[in-house]
């Protein structure tokens, strides 16, 4: 029998099959795409006509993959962006026409549950109590837990893209805007992370292997790694993919990883600054 996940994230939608063998989940298939779903909200927090579009180009494409599998065998989530959404019901409508299952708008607990337990099983087995943290696209949820149990789980309303639209919304990293970033990173998360996950992991080394060409805002003093996160930000681990580097220009903000990185990397250094004063 096989299973399948939907995940309608705020940066991206994932698709992942997987065949049930035992009490083993086998990966049968993975597929990504970049949506950017967070920058469709306007002021008046309505996804756009263009961001609705490009996810339900995407969808038809998921529905081509899925079609043939039974509704109970399929679980469509969509999260932060569409809890944000005062037009998402109408979106909903079109989505789950063009999907062909049923999507659910979960809460920020429950994703924050379904992420921890995600990750405990790509973890060797332990009896710690382990920390996860998942920098989304327009939320960052926070859980810790033994086992495959969340014992505390949060989710808060800051991730890579909507920091990225507020504090670098011309597509240009420096000290002020950077600083401004982490102090508001820090204010909405107040929890100290020890692992990320996703897409911001690797739109930040996406990040470092630009810059190494173009110049590096850590080496000119704009980032500075506390000693324990540089280690954690090296060793995060990341499952999306992307194109690896499409910038010409030094601090060009693209639609990307690397994009939504400058975001990320603000959020992720705001919790490893934490995590590092409170060890």
């Known amino acids: 029998m096989n299973l399948a996940a939907v995940d309608l994230g705020s940066n991206s939608f994932r698709l992942e099959i997987g065949r049930v063998d035992g009490s083993h989940i086998e990966r049968e298939g993975y597929w990504k795409e970049t949506v950017r779903l967070a920058a469709g909200l306007d002021e008046s927090h309505k996804l756009s006509k263009k961001s609705i579009d490009t996810a339900l180009e995407t969808l038809a494409r998921m529905n081509e993959r899925l079609r043939g599998m039974p509704p109970q065998q399929v679980r469509a989530v969509g999260t932060q962006t ?150 954690a930000a090296q060793a995060a681990p990341c499952t999306a993919r992307g194109r690896r580097d499409q910038a010409h220009q030094a601090g060009r903000h693209e639609a990307g990883p690397a994009g939504s990185a400058r975001g990320g990397v603000a959020v992720l250094s705001a919790s490893l600054k934490r995590s590092a004063s409170t060890r």
Request: glycine share 10%; proline share 3%.
């Open 82 to 231: 569409l809890r944000l959404a005062r037009n998402v019901n109408d979106f909903l409508i079109e989505a789950q026409d063009t999907l062909g299952y049923p999507i659910e708008v979960i809460s920020g607990r429950e994703e924050a549950r379904l992420v921890f337990e995600g990750c405990m099983h790509t973890l060797p087995p332990s009896n710690l109590r382990r920390l996860v943290v998942d920098i989304g696209g327009a939320s960052t949820e926070v859980i810790a837990g033994r086992g495959f149990t969340a014992q505390n789980a949060e989710s808060f309303k800051v991730g890579c893209v909507n920091t990225s639209l507020r504090f670098f919304k011309d597509g240009r990293i420096d000290r002020a805007s950077l600083k401004k970033a982490q102090v508001a990173a820090a204010r909405s998360s107040r929890k100290r992370s020890i692992r990320s996950r996703a897409g911001t992991g690797r739109g930040i080394r996406i990040e470092r292997h630009r810059r190494r060409r173009v110049g590096n805002p850590a080496r000119r003093g704009l980032v500075r790694w506390p000693r324990h996160g540089r280690r």
